[in-house]
């Protein structure tokens, strides 16, 4: 088994009161980028850095995690204009429709709160080259 780590974060764990709203949340999004799931069961799943259980498993420390902010790479407009729409039919809320952001010349960007209320963007830098390519694990 393989597993692919990026450069900064090594995973990001959200505790959520609803396995299956966030599942379905998440499932719809990931699709969209192209990220399959990893792993999943009754009280988790998984994908690449993303790992989210409910706050009964054994994962978890029975605690819901707070309110987060964290975004997902887009690989050019139109899939960031597609992350929002999934994002809305799987039943987050909007928090800031596709659009060009302040950040930096060309950053375009969308904003979700997800069924837990954690603000999720997708953000799509403009053209760019990778600095670095994810670090893989094999065991």
Request: a negative charge; one cysteine or more; aromatic letters at 12%.
């Amino acid at each position: 088994m393989e597993l692919y780590r990026g450069r900064l974060i090594d995973h990001l764990h959200l505790v959520v009161r609803d396995i299956k709203a966030s599942r379905r949340f998440y499932g719809a999004l990931l699709e969209v980028l192209g990220i399959p799931i990893g792993g999943e069961a009754e009280d988790y799943f998984w994908a690449d850095e993303l790992f989210v259980s409910s706050a009964d498993s054994r994962a978890a420390l029975g605690v819901l995690t707070g309110r987060h902010h964290f975004a997902f790479q887009a690989k050019d407009r139109a899939m960031v204009d597609a992350f929002y729409e999934a994002g809305l039919a799987a039943g987050g809320k909007g928090n800031g429709a596709p659009g060009e952001r302040p950040y930096h010349p060309g950053y375009y960007a969308c904003f979700l709160l997800d069924p837990d209320g954690n603000n999720v963007e997708a953000v799509f830098h403009g053209e760019a080259k990778r600095s670095a390519a994810a670090v893989v694990v094999s065991f």
